[in-house]
């Protein structure tokens, strides 16, 4: 009489989590004096200015501005960017050819000065239309871009002009280049510096939050939180990211000194990300409470999640299936916004997957807190052996899995390494 194998309870151990999680936590600045980043990354922050990416009409430079995100730095790295038109202190970064058009370009002296562009300038608008649109064909479905910024308006791309108000584009421009940014991007989250306006009325939208934690909801009716408080879009980041930069040269301060209201601000405002300036690009490996308080604080943004205990049946015959459930916490103060594949698999003695299965679940769902995965393979046909059961959240960048989790399992080839099974 065969003996009936009875489900399984697996409890697993809690350990810290990784540090070099997929799209979140630090996204830092790459200059080419830059040698290292003194904390891990997984992400890298792009400027890129008009000029440098059109400098003929029609003329898109893409894959000459890709060539520059695969130095020995960041070519493993995901990319943020953002389009500007006019960064102050630096030359202007509208195009030539535009300006030999007529395009009026306004000196101001804030900041280091510049040259604001007339942005309601018919000829301007219509080159920005087609140079989104462009963009979108580019980059909507390009794996290895996480997340988008609006970008091309006001100083730094940062939708003000603060405080020469007179130089910024009007609300129809403002709402062309959302509404085309929403067009062309269909498939990314977008990110918005502010909840002001028209930039308050879109439940998609992600936000970023440029002076962090400083401004970040420190009782001024202007600051980062309050805003999108008032446009009720406090809640968007249970759909769409919320990223930010720290307080330019203050990582050592807001990581020691300052550290509470640092925790407190990326917990309230549900970070997932924070760069292009951020500790990373500092060497304080000396400073134990700056080191520490950084591991916590990549930890704590975005997603982490730690898997508590697995519910399966360890023997499985030929001409059967596979029935589990994993049990599972979020902790970190964000969800995972894109649906990546997740799959289930066994993984030979030789360290092989030879067979997997996508598990119909969207992990966007998985909000902060307690989540449930059930799933049932396919019909078994494997040979007998001894096998292992792996999970794996494939980034499609480079079809293989990618996400870890808080937890003591071994990690073999990129997969997560549960539990045995055994097929008789």
Known sequence: MQKIQRPKTVVFSAAPGPLDNPLKGWAPYWFSWLTQYYLPVSMNFWYVSWRELEPNPNDYRFEQWEQRWDTNLTRNNHVVFRVYLDYPGQPTGVPQWLIDMGVEMRPYTEYGGGL??????????????????????????????????????????????????????SEATQRTVVDEMRAAFPNKILQARTANGYLGQHPWLGYHDDMFPEDTDGGEAWHFLPTLRRAGRDQNWKVACIGGEMVPNQALRLMTTDWDLTRTMTERAHITYLGPYCPPLEDHRSNSTFMNNSRTMVRMMGYEYRLKELRYTPEVRRGSRIELALFGVNQGVAPFYYPWEVRMGLMNTANQVIWSWRVAVDIRRWLPGEFIMRTVSPIVSLPKGEYRLVLGIIDPWRNQPRVRFANNFAVINSWNVLAPLRIP
């Open 116 to 169: 604001s562009p007339d942005y309601d300038d018919p000829r301007l608008v219509q080159a920005l239309v087609r140079l989104i649109r462009a963009l979108g064909q580019r980059y909507n479905n390009h794996p290895r871009v996480a997340f988008v910024q609006l970008g091309f308006l006001g100083f730094w791309g940062e939708w003000h002009t603060y405080p020469r108000t007179e130089l910024f584009a």
